[in-house]
């Protein structure tokens, strides 16, 4: 199948990664475990997506306890951003966070899939679109620079409809690039994602499945992952 997908499509082949996705496919992972298991493979993913879609650039010089001096160095493009999408991408923050070298901005996008027609429904954003003018009333609103960098993550794809339109919004935002991170997908769903904006857009997935049922879960997949993870039901 990987040979079928687009070039900016990447299913990882990490052995410990494919472990953990079976363990997380198993209806006895609790809350706890899932959590842990979502985290894990994130990080996983995250250390293989960023490898490729961030380069180790000078940035200046420093002293080792010896009194010694070393070139300094920090990750270009360094205007990046963090975006989850609601609610089952928070899972997945902290794994990423944590491989950066410096704390980036987290920006949500709350997005649900209506259960007949299976389009997403946006509920709330909080990128920094542009901020009021202090000037004056009548002055054009300011735009606020955007990521030059978004890494978008949810753990999962089915449809491939949200991630398309969190890519659109991240796009409209000004985001030079999007890095997708996502534990698994569906091959429709990750294709549509994908195509949603072919030069501006990476993939990385921990795993693909062939396709999703009527409602729009993915078969075998691993459920409603929002509902394991927070042990709360969902729209």
């Excluded at 650039?57 to 920090?74: A, F, M, N, Q, V």
Aim: aromatic share 4%; with cysteine.
């Amino acid at each position: 199948m990987a040979s079928s997908l687009a070039p900016n499509i990447h299913i990882s082949s990490h052995p410990c990664l494919q472990a953990k996705i079976s363990q997380l496919r198993s209806h006895s992972a609790n809350t706890r475990e899932t959590r842990g298991l979502v985290s894990e493979i994130s990080a996983i993913l995250g250390v293989e997506a960023l490898a490729s879609g961030l380069k180790a650039t000078r940035s200046g010089t420093d002293k080792t306890p010896l009194g010694i001096e070393y070139e300094t160095k920090d990750t270009n493009p360094n205007n990046i951003a963090i975006v989850p999408i609601l609610r089952s991408g928070l899972g997945m923050v902290d794994a990423i966070n944590s491989l950066l070298p410096s704390p980036v901005p987290i920006y949500h996008l709350g997005l649900f899939r209506e259960r007949t027609t299976l389009q997403p429904v946006e509920y709330y954003n909080n990128l920094p679109y542009s901020r009021a003018s202090t000037t004056s009333s009548t002055e054009e609103p300011i735009n606020t620079a955007a990521a030059e960098l978004a890494i978008l993550v949810d753990p999962v794809i089915a449809t491939g409809a949200t991630a398309e339109a969190a890519i659109h919004l991240l796009r409209e935002w000004g985001a030079k690039r999007v890095l997708v991170i996502s534990v698994l997908g569906t091959e429709p769903g990750v294709r549509r994602a994908a195509e949603s904006w072919g030069e501006g857009v990476e993939l990385w997935v921990g795993a693909v499945d062939a396709s999703y049922d009527g409602k729009g879960m993915i078969v075998p997949g691993l459920g409603d992952i929002g509902d394991r993870l927070f042990k709360a039901i969902g729209k």
